[in-house]
């Protein structure tokens, strides 16, 4: 059996199976009908011939049969017409009466039955159809036979029933063929409600949670498939809502306690101990953003429609960190294609990849390095810094999550690079790394740019 | 100078309220969007420090509020999520400017100070950054308190630089700033101008380095001893 993925396929499938079978056999089944209900009705019509021909046969008292026609009788009969015969049979066999030019009998004589019987021969060319019934009179029977030529010019009847595939059988293919079409309209209309909410349903991402398929117009078939969806986004959003939530409320509850740490080490009277302090609320207040973006990355999906330009990026990302390396006594420059390079991708999550890695080279870099953006047109963004660069068995640990060169180093937690690598993954981008001939490391993501 | 600060959480607020009163501002303390609704519409504040991430309701809401009855208060808003998103829908909301948590106070003092130096706000027109000042209505700089004569360019250069002190300032909204729509720009005319302003500064014995951040612009900020 042929499987079909689409129920309007399948449907029109067999609809097409039952056309076929429709088409061959309704002809022959009306065909039979009809050459039925011609037989009945020629029959008939012998039968009563039959009878009238009996009625004028009479018996005399001598003991002769006597066959009295009337003229226009005998015309119908007449040889020079040819399409009607008439018999008449004694008990023996024996031919009384014929309209036949050689007396012989419509039927053969071994046909006498006791009842009237329809009886078929052959004559010649002429092919009679016809009736034979006994007739009594005076305890003795005789039999009376009438046939009609079938072949005769005027038999009209039997030229329906032989022209009926030529003349009307064919009606019945473009009959059905109408039918199907107007049902494939019908199935169309009959299914647009469940394309209308296959399209709703495209429409669902993580960030479009809210959107629901509409039940109104579906059919009640459908119904509780809709309404089971429906019921389980709603599960699936209050997920989401309670995922996204979390990480708002932890953002807050994390962040707000480190700033009054802040502030309160801003009052302090020995400046060398609060700047200490500060570089280790630094450090941590990184590491809570870093597990907040880990968080917010569980939900993240990346909408097909949404676009970056990941050179504006870059540029964002090198003012945000410039004051951070000046302060360390290093720089930064961006350089590369100035033209907008558009991507397929999240602005904010994109931001985040580029600002860790651009983190990541400040704090490797010695002061007086300039840590060096590039971004090519292809939608390639290198990221170049002048520190100790990666070792060969290093290259594959340092994107795994909490991976750390050094362990006793604190502010880091070792999670920038395993967020990259997330970033880069839901953007199917490529994240590699390699030493530079001149030292230190160069860190490149490389995008497909935006159709 | 009254400034009206909105942060539920009591400790932060008393030590935000603390670090401002030791920069010379009074702060008023609240801690609900119905406080501050009802306190932003009764008083006139120089400026107004916002968190977000209220108890009754979102402190967006009385941002755009405040938009909408176009009251040009300064807001700067205190959020403790960081992303772009979040930070652009403030912006759009009408904020001036935010701060991300963890923040450290003299930042806070910095850039409220920076919104009560634009135009039409309430602090003294003066912008400084070490021994080099800049006054906003004469467009006079000023090095250990002695008028400075710069050109027009230089000039403006200067004050784009320092209204935002150790912030960067693009190379665009420079050239947009200098040149306007007036046509084209030499591709090194901006550095030219930074060049020349930064040897004036030197040679006259300006506290300062503008710094350039190739690809991106420019940053003025206080001379390191190394």
């Known amino acids: 059996m042929i499987s079909f993925k689409s129920i309007f396929s399948r449907i029109i499938f067999l609809h097409v199976i039952v056309v076929v079978i429709t088409a061959i056999f309704m002809p022959l089944g009306l065909y039979w009908f009809l050459k039925s209900a011609a037989n009945d009705l020629q029959h008939q019509a012998m039968r009563e011939q039959a009878d009238l021909v009996a009625n004028y046969l009479v018996l005399r008292p001598n003991g002769q049969w006597e066959l009295d026609l009337p003229p226009a009788l005998q015309d119908l009969y007449s040889q020079a017409y040819g399409r009607y015969a008439y018999a008449v049979l004694d008990n023996s066999g024996k031919v009384l009466f014929s309209s036949l030019k050689d007396d012989s009998p419509v039927f053969s004589a071994d046909a006498l039955a006791s009842g009237v019987a329809f009886m078929q021969t052959r004559k010649g060319k002429a092919a009679l159809s016809g009736v034979s019934l006994p007739k009594e009179s005076a305890g003795r029977t005789v039999w009376v036979q009438v046939g009609e030529d079938l072949a005769h010019r005027d038999v009209i009847i039997d030229d329906i029933v032989a022209d009926f595939f030529k003349r009307v059988g064919w009606i019945t293919l473009p009959i059905l063929l109408f039918l199907l079409a107007i049902d494939i309209v019908i199935f169309r209309r009959a299914l647009r409600p469940l394309v209308n909410a296959s399209e709703m349903a495209q429409k669902i991402n993580p960030k479009r949670t809210d959107v629901r398929l509409s039940p109104e117009k579906i059919p009640s078939e459908i119904l509780p498939l809709v309404q089971a969806v429906n019921q389980a986004l709603d599960r699936l959003e209050a997920g989401f809502r309670v995922q996204r939530e979390f990480t708002a409320d932890a953002a807050h509850e994390l962040r707000t306690p480190l700033t009054i740490l802040r502030s309160r080490i801003d009052t302090l009277a020995d400046r060398g101990t609060s700047k200490a302090l500060h570089r280790d609320i630094e450090g941590m207040a990184r590491i809570v953003s870093q597990l907040l973006d880990i968080a917010e990355l569980e939900t993240l999906s990346i909408d097909p429609a949404e676009k970056a330009d990941v050179r504006a990026i870059c540029a964002e990302v090198a003012e945000f960190a410039a004051p951070l390396a000046l302060a360390q006594g290093k720089s930064i420059a961006l350089s590369g294609t100035d033209e907008p390079v558009w991507l397929n991708g999240n602005s904010e999550m994109l931001t985040r990849a580029i600002r860790n890695l651009v983190e990541n080279a400040i704090n490797y870099s010695p002061p007086g390095a300039t840590v060096e953006i590039v971004v090519e047109e292809g939608g390639k963004v290198d990221v170049l810094d002048q520190g100790p660069g990666i070792k060969d068995d290093e290259r594959e640990l340092i994107f795994q999550r909490f991976w750390r060169r050094d362990r006793r180093r604190s502010g880091s937690a070792g999670l920038g690079l395993s967020i990259v690598q997330r970033i880069a993954d839901a953007h199917a981008a490529i994240v590699s790394v390699e030493n530079r001939p001149t030292g230190g490391a160069k860190f490149s993501l490389s995008f497909a740019r935006a159709t | ?226």
């Open chain 2, 1 to 226: 100078m009254r400034v009206l600060v909105v942060e539920d959480n009591e400790e932060l607020a008393h030590l935000l309220a603390q670090g401002l009163k030791a920069e010379g501002y009074e702060a008023d303390l609240l801690t609900t969007v119905a406080e501050a609704r009802a306190a932003v519409t009764t008083t006139r504040y120089a400026a107004l420090v916002l968190d977000l991430g209220l108890p009754d309701g979102d402190g967006l809401s009385i941002l755009r509020e405040i938009r909408q009855r176009k009251d040009p208060i300064p807001v700067l808003v205190l959020t403790a999520r960081g992303g772009v998103h979040d930070r652009v829908s403030g912006l759009r909301s009408g904020a001036d400017d935010y701060l991300v948590k963890p923040f450290a106070l003299e930042e806070l003092v910095a850039r409220l100070e920076a919104l009560l130096r634009r135009p039409g706000q309430l602090l003294g027109r003066s912008l400084q950054v070490a021994n080099l000042a800049f006054d906003t209505e004469s467009r006079q700089a000023f090095i250990d308190e002695k008028p400075q004569v710069l050109s027009a360019r230089e000039t403006a250069v200067l004050e784009l630089l320092m209204r935002r002190k150790d912030r960067v300032v693009s190379k665009k909204l420079v050239e947009d700033h200098i040149f306007g729509l007036s046509g084209e720009v030499a591709s090194n005319a901006i550095e030219v101008y930074v060049h020349r302003l930064r040897k004036q500064l030197s040679e006259r014995g300006a506290k300062v380095q503008i710094h350039t951040i190739r690809g991106v612009g420019y940053l003025i900020a206080e001379e390191k001893n190394q």
